[in-house]
C-alpha cells in the first residue's frame, strides 16, 4: 500500500471512531504542508499532533508493475505556511491528551477499516522498536511496511512544535 491511500483509510478510521478526545483530522496537504504525508489531528484541548507517514518496500524491492502506476498518488504542490506563534499566556500548556493515548487510537482506527492490503498493526512498542516512544507499524500483505511518525505537538493556536522534531518528551507520552 503507497503512503497516500494509507493516509486517507487511516482519515477515515479515525474519524469513524468518534473519540470526543479527536476534535479534527486533516491531511497534512489539507492543513498547507505540500510534503511529506500525514495527518495533523487536532485533540479536545486544540493541542495538534503531527504524525508522518513514511513507507518501506516489500522484501526485493517494489514490483514494475507498482512503479508503473505511481503517477495515481501524485500530490500537488502548495505554498508553505510561514510559522504561526502560539499566543503568550505565561506558561505553556502541557496537552491534555498523551500522544501514547493517540497512538491507540490510531491503530484502532487502522484495524477497524479492516483493509485487504493490511496484515498487521503494532504501536512501536510491541513491534520491538525503540527509535522513538510512540509510533505505528503497519506490515502489508505485499511485504511492505508503513510507519506513522509522531514528528510533533503544537500547542493551542500555532503550527510550531514545543519540542524539536521527532523527539517528544517522555512526560507527553
Request: hydrophobic share 40%; with cysteine.
Amino acid at each position: 500500500m503507497r503512503p497516500e491511500p494509507f493516509e486517507d483509510l487511516l482519515k477515515a478510521g479515525l474519524l469513524a471512531l468518534a473519540d470526543p478526545r479527536v476534535k479534527a483530522v486533516r491531511n497534512f496537504q489539507d492543513a498547507g504542508y505540500p510534503k511529506p504525508v500525514g495527518l495533523a489531528v487536532r485533540l479536545a484541548d486544540d493541542h495538534t499532533t503531527y504524525v508522518q507517514i513514511v513507507r518501506g518496500s516489500p522484501p526485493g524491492g517494489d514490483k514494475d508493475d507498482w512503479a508503473a502506476q505511481t503517477h495515481l498518488h501524485r500530490r500537488v504542490e502548495g505554498r508553505k505556511l510561514a510559522p504561526v506563534v502560539a499566543p503568550k499566556s505565561g506558561q505553556q500548556v502541557k496537552p491534555a491528551v498523551k500522544v501514547g493515548v493517540l497512538e491507540q487510537l490510531l491503530k484502532r482506527a487502522v484495524e477497524s477499516q479492516g483493509h485487504d492490503e493490511i496484515a498487521k498493526v503494532a504501536a512501536y512498542a510491541e513491534a520491538g522498536l525503540t527509535s522513538s516512544p510512540v509510533g505505528l507499524k503497519v506490515t502489508c500483505t505485499d511485504g511492505s511496511e508503513i510507519y506513522c511518525l509522531f514528528i510533533g505537538i503544537a500547542p493551542p493556536g500555532a503550527n510550531t512544535f514545543m519540542h524539536p522534531e521527532y523527539r517528544i518528551p517522555k512526560e507527553l507520552v
